[in-house]
T-cell receptor
Framework: DGGITQSPKYLFRKEGQNVTLSCEQNLNHDAMYWYRQDPGQGLRLIYYSQIVNDFQKGDIAEGYSVSREKKESFPLTVTSAQKNPTAFYLC?????????????FGSGTQLSVL | RKEVEQDPGPFNVPEGATVAFNCTYSNSASQSFFWYRQDCRKEPKLLMSVYSSGNEDGRFTAQLNRASQYISLLIRDSKLSDSATYLCVVNLISNFGNEKLTFGTGTRLTIIP
């Protein structure tokens, strides 16, 4: 079955630690995205990538980094510079770039700070 | 003013009733509009697109009012399984002409038996 897979489902970060969230898709989509969801707020775009080896900052990129070495994979690293990392992180992909109505989401990763 | 604004609810509605909620957007140049559904701690899923002429999918009807800059979602004969958060999503055009999907905070709906 085609889809988008995020792991882990739950992740805990210690103070000063970098953690990496995995996102893999086998839909052959060019565009991939990372969103952050906080209670009472809409999904906010962290980073997106429209093609391998290229990515763009979203609205809240500070404290995060990404890579796009393969079409299928778009990992997100939450660095120690991100002072409020506790949130639900959603990875998504689409056939076209930003503005494409049909986003396919992974099941999300809940990140919490110890 | 928020780019996309929704009443967070919760809307508590008896089973079988009709419920409607709106979403307003600030950028008059926005081109496309969608409703997504999100179950608790799950990923959002596209429910339906919203067209100028209005569109219907079974018990769900979506409308767009460009003059007043809002979209609406109507659910008829509500089922227990309709309980979820409904996200309004707008394709906003930035000052540089870039497209971006912007999500509302969502409206929480609970259908009561």
């Amino acid at each position: 079955d085609g889809g988008i897979t995020q792991s882990p489902k739950y992740l805990f970060r210690k103070e000063g630690q970098n953690v990496t969230l995995s996102c893999e898709q086998n839909l052959n989509h060019d565009a991939m995205y990372w969103y952050r969801q906080d209670p009472g707020q809409g999904l906010r775009l962290i980073y997106y990538s429209q093609i391998v080896n290229d990515f763009q900052k979203g609205d809240i990129a500070e404290g995060y980094s990404v890579s796009r070495e393969k079409k299928e994979s778009f990992p997100l690293t939450v660095t120690s510079a991100q002072k409020n990392p506790t949130a639900f992180y959603l990875c998504a992909s689409s056939i076209q770039g930003p503005g494409d109505e049909k986003l396919f989401f992974g099941s999300g990763t809940q990140l919490s700070v110890l | 003013r928020k780019e996309v604004e929704q009443d967070p609810g919760p809307f508590n509605v008896p089973e079988g009733a009709t419920v409607a909620f709106n979403c307003t957007y600030s950028n008059s140049a926005s081109q496309s509009f969608f409703w997504y559904r999100q179950d608790c701690r799950k990923e959002p899923k596209l429910l339906m697109s919203v067209y100028s002429s209005g569109n219907e999918d079974g018990r769900f009807t979506a409308q767009l009012n460009r003059a007043s800059q809002y979209i609406s979602l109507l659910i008829r004969d509500s089922k227990l399984s309709d309980s979820a958060t409904y996200l309004c999503v707008v394709n906003l055009i930035s000052n540089f002409g870039n497209e971006k999907l912007t999500f509302g905070t969502g409206t929480r709906l609970t259908i009561i038996p």
